[in-house]
T-cell receptor
Framework: AQTVTQSQPEMSVQEAETVTLSCTYDTSENNYYLFWYKQPPSRQMILVIRQEAYKQQNATENRFSVNFQKAAKSFSLKISDSQLGDTAMYFC?????????????FGQGTRLTINP | NAGVTQTPKFRILKIGQSMTLQCTQD?????MYWYRQDPGMGLKLIYY???????DKGEVPNGYNVSRSTTEDFPLRLELAAPSQTSVYFC????????????FGSGTRLTVV
């Protein structure tokens, strides 16, 4: 069974600091996608960044970047120059690219607070 | 573009009542999913569908039923509501292989008392 583990239930940093959220996953599949989703108090699930396992280059989206270590099955999210609007729950998610529906498997989440 | 639309946004049910959570998408996605999110937890898959007329169980299907008569609609039925079904429910859709990503609805907060 595929599992996703986020070992940091809560994190808190000052505005403008850099913060890294950890995520590890367990799978026997070789082809898969990894995602980070942001869930603000509005409850909406917002895609932050996506990484294809076959790509060695780490994905980057503006202030958000990942450190993808396939052999270690690790997928951390780095937020640079953090802003108050980054305050939210962050979920790491994994989907194997196998025949049939691609079902997202989520971690437990990390509650991130950016302090002014 | 409406994306994925869920109704209602909030609902309170009494134990033993039944209800249907509606989900509609206008992106012509083949795949649709229902997840539940318990307080402080990640999302768990209830049911999913790869196309009209095809549905299958996810991780936590007990107490729920689904149908997929059209590409656009994927309603979730709760029969004999129980307090353990108090949760936030999310509908999502995607193309095969997750191409283009997954689109989530805004969620339904359900309380069973």
């Amino acid at each position: 069974a595929q599992t996703v583990t986020q070992s940091q239930p809560e994190m808190s940093v000052q505005e403008a600091e850099t913060v890294t959220l950890s995520c590890t996953y367990d799978t026997s599949e070789n082809n898969y996608y990894l995602f980070w989703y942001k869930q603000p108090p509005s409850r909406q699930m917002i895609l932050v960044i996506r990484q294809e396992a076959y790509k060695q280059q780490n994905a980057t989206e503006n202030r958000f970047s990942v450190n993808f270590q396939k052999a270690a099955k690790s997928f951390s999210l780095k937020i640079s120059d953090s802003q108050l609007g980054d305050t939210a729950m962050y979920f790491c998610a994994f989907v194997p690219l196998i025949q049939g529906a691609q079902k997202l498997v989520f971690g437990q989440g990390t509650r991130l607070t950016i302090n002014p | 573009n409406a994306g994925v639309t869920q109704t209602p946004k909030f609902r309170i049910l009494k134990i033993g009542q039944s209800m249907t959570l509606q989900c509609t998408q206008d992106m012509n996605h083949n795949y649709m999913y229902w997840y539940r999110q318990d307080p402080g937890m990640g999302l768990k898959l209830i049911y999913y569908s790869v196309g009209a007329g095809i549905t299958d169980k996810g991780e936590v299907p007990n107490g729920y039923n689904v149908s997929r008569s059209t590409t656009e609609d994927f309603p979730l039925r709760l029969e004999l509501a129980a307090p353990s079904q108090t949760s936030v429910y999310f509908c999502a859709s995607s193309y095969p292989q997750g191409l283009g990503g997954y689109t989530f609805g805004s969620g339904t907060r359900l309380t069973v008392v």
